[in-house]
């Protein structure tokens, strides 16, 4: 006997059987676009491209992007998938792919899901370097990324100008597939993050990604320098936590072996599908690296935890930054604020890992006054993010005081500042002169570098005195101050005389 659905039931019953087909066929369409194996298939989604194209009909295809200033280029309702990003940037300051930033939001979120300097989101914030991979580039200038972005109701692309200057051209195409009805309930949405940290702490992982939720990781990329110009740093393992475990469910055997490379990438440039090197450095001790989860995706349920050490057990100190790249259900464990753009571009002189900042020091400042400034917003070099200023007169004088000196010589490195107020000085111990200060430039910088070899303290004494004698300043300059850093010692083996 057949049985026959009827009155209320019946409508319950078309309601679900219309809400099941509807999903099921968008879930077709993802597969049927991503897919190889489906490219003879019919789409039933439309294909549309958003672009900087001039809208008056010329030849000028770009946006303009004032200093400071954000502009939205993509804003489209769902749902939808952005299948396709290219960019190509044109901006004269040295660290736009660090100053400037993608934000992406889905939904109409107030937090975004993808927040990521401009280079390192497409692979490297040390510089522009040609590459591809299965999914993310950069490529004759330009920059591309065909990592599938679905979203329901709502998308918006977001470009912010941190650098100090216009960025005269933005060029981009995005493409992005219309959908008829609406997505699977198990389609997560893209997420990107960015982290750094300048001096990487003892017996600490660097944390990559710290997510809540339920998703998969899919990518990383690894910008990385060292303080010695070496490359320790890469006997570091990853450690990948999931749901809360105690330990991690994936733990590597090196950090070249994590790229896919080995022999701390003896070639230095190869790029995979999935992994490879991007850039290598070996001068300044850099690499930047990126690995694809994409045949091996590493599923959560309710948190993940991706870290790696910098060096074995930790033990090097450099400067590590990450972008991480997943897909989770909204929503998102907030991100971390963004850093200012100051302490986002690679460093740009490697100072000793173990310098005694300047603040804290001990100075005589004969009726001078001192201050201590932060320095954040000019760049990620300076001990601490501050240094101390003493507000020096032409032919004025201070001393500095090294104290509980427990060696009888020492070789002192004085790192200063350079600045449009900035002066001169000659450093004197024992009344002779070790050394000297060029303070002036036209701008706020890290590069003031003095070596003075050699030093003994005084018999019985476990102290060593600097002293600043102001000689003038450059003819530029707007002022006499002195910026410290901060001083590094390393105890030396006197030469016994004959």
């Known amino acids: 006997m057949k049985r026959f659905v009827t009155g209320k039931k019946y409508l319950i019953f078309l309601f679900l059987l219309t809400l099941s087909s509807c999903n099921t066929g968008n879930l077709t369409d993802i597969q049927r676009l991503l897919s190889p194996a489906a490219l003879p298939y019919l789409k039933s989604s439309k294909l549309i491209q958003v672009s900087s194209y001039d809208t008056s009909g010329g030849n000028n295809d770009r946006v ?41 939001y889905w939904d109409n979120e107030l937090q975004p899901s993808v927040e990521v300097p401009l280079g390192d989101f497409f692979g490297s914030g040390f510089q522009y370097t040609p590459y591809i991979s299965q999914y993310l580039g950069m490529t004759s200038g330009g920059y591309i990324c065909y990592l599938p972005m679905p979203f329901e109701s709502h998308a918006r692309i977001e470009i912010a100008n941190d650098t100090h200057q216009n960025i005269s051209g933005l060029y981009y195409q995005i493409n992005y597939q219309k959908f008829e009805g609406a997505l699977e309930s198990d ?98 001790g850099q690499i930047a690296a990126y690995r694809l989860f994409i045949p091996d995706p590493v599923p959560f349920k309710k948190n993940i ?11 090097e100190i450099a400067d590590y930054s990450s972008t991480a790249y997943w897909y989770q259900m909204e929503p998102h464990k907030p991100f971390r604020p963004l850093p200012v ?39 990620p070099e300076w001990g601490g993010n501050k240094q101390i200023v003493i507000e020096s007169r032409d032919a004025s004088s201070f001393g500095l005081m090294l104290n509980g000196l427990k060696k009888e010589q020492y070789e002192i490195t004085l790192f200063y500042t350079l600045g449009p107020d900035y002066g001169d000085a000659d450093i004197l111990i024992n009344n002779k002169k070790m050394g000297e200060i060029r303070g002036y430039s036209p701008y706020i910088l890290p590069f003031g570098k003095v070596i003075i070899p050699a030093v003994r303290r005084a018999a019985g004494s476990e102290t060593i005195t600097l002293r600043f004698v102001i000689t003038g300043k450059d003819p530029s300059s707007k002022g006499y101050k002195v910026g410290l850093d901060g001083i590094h010692l390393v105890p030396q083996q006197p030469i016994k005389e004959n």
């Not at 753009?341 to 009726?367: C, S, T």
């Open 187 to 284: 389609v997560a949405y893209f997420h990107a993050q960015w982290r750094r940290s300048i001096k990487t702490d003892y017996d600490t992982n660097f944390v990559i990604l710290n997510a809540e939720g339920r998703g998969h990781l899919i990518g990383v990329n690894l910008n990385l320098q060292s303080y010695d110009g070496s490359f320790n740093f890469l006997d570091g393992d990853e450690m990948i936590y999931v749901d809360g475990e105690k330990n991690p469910s994936i733990r590597g055997t090196g950090t070249e072996d994590f790229f896919s490379g080995g022999m701390k990438f003896s070639k230095d440039e190869f790029a995979g599908p999935y992994s490879g090197l991007i850039y290598k450095n070996n001068s300044l």
């Open 341 to 379: 753009d100051g302490q986002r571009i690679p460093l740009r002189i490697i100072k000793p890992a173990h310098l005694i900042e300047a603040e804290n020091l001990q100075f005589q400042l004969e009726g001078l006054k001192s201050k201590i400034v932060d320095m954040s917003e000019y760049g």
């Open 64 to 104: 303009v992007i004032p200093a400071g200033k954000k502009v939205t280029i993509m804003d489209v309702g769902g749902p939808g998938m952005i299948s396709r990003i290219w960019m190509n940037v044109d901006s004269r300051d040295p660290y736009f792919l660090r100053r400037i930033v993608i934000r992406i």
């Open 305 to 315: 935890l991706v870290t790696i050490e910098h060096g074995q057990a930790n033990r």
